[in-house]
Nanobody, 115 residues
Framework: QVQLVESGGGLVQAGGSLRLSCAAS????????MGWFRQAPGEEREFVAG????????YYADSVKGRFTISRDNAKNTVYLQMNSLKPEDTAVYYC????????WGQGTQVTVSS
């Protein structure tokens, strides 16, 4: 059973930084795509950033390019999202996502950016 557990959310002022972590367990993650999505109140869930586990190729939504960085620690089976220069519009629940033949989601962590 794959489990994804997010942590690191919180309240931060505009311009500040946060680092989210997603600890994955239940199997090895070679050839998986992992990523972060977010959902603001009244909005649909949207893609934020992704990483190919084996090769480390990264992908970003245009809205976060240059501000957010996704990375992984193979030994810890953990994916990170470093978020810098945060804006109030980044406020959302952030979800970790893992995809192979199935799709898995974490429980989400709240990020609130005050102006």
């Amino acid at each position: 059973q794959v489990q994804l557990v997010e942590s690191g959310g919180g309240l931060v002022q505009a311009g500040g930084s946060l680092r989210l972590s997603c600890a994955a367990s239940g199997r090895t993650f070679d050839n998986w795509d992992m990523g972060w999505f977010r959902q603001a109140p009244g909005e649909e869930r949207e893609f934020v950033a992704g990483i190919r586990w084996t090769v480390g190729t990264t992908y970003y939504a245009d809205s976060v390019k240059g501000r957010f960085t996704i990375s992984r620690d193979n030994a810890k089976n953990t994916v990170y999202l470093q978020m810098n220069s945060l804006k109030p519009e980044d406020t959302a629940v952030y979800y970790c996502n893992a995809v192979t033949s199935s799709t898995y989601w974490g429980q989400g962590t709240q990020v609130t950016v005050s102006s």
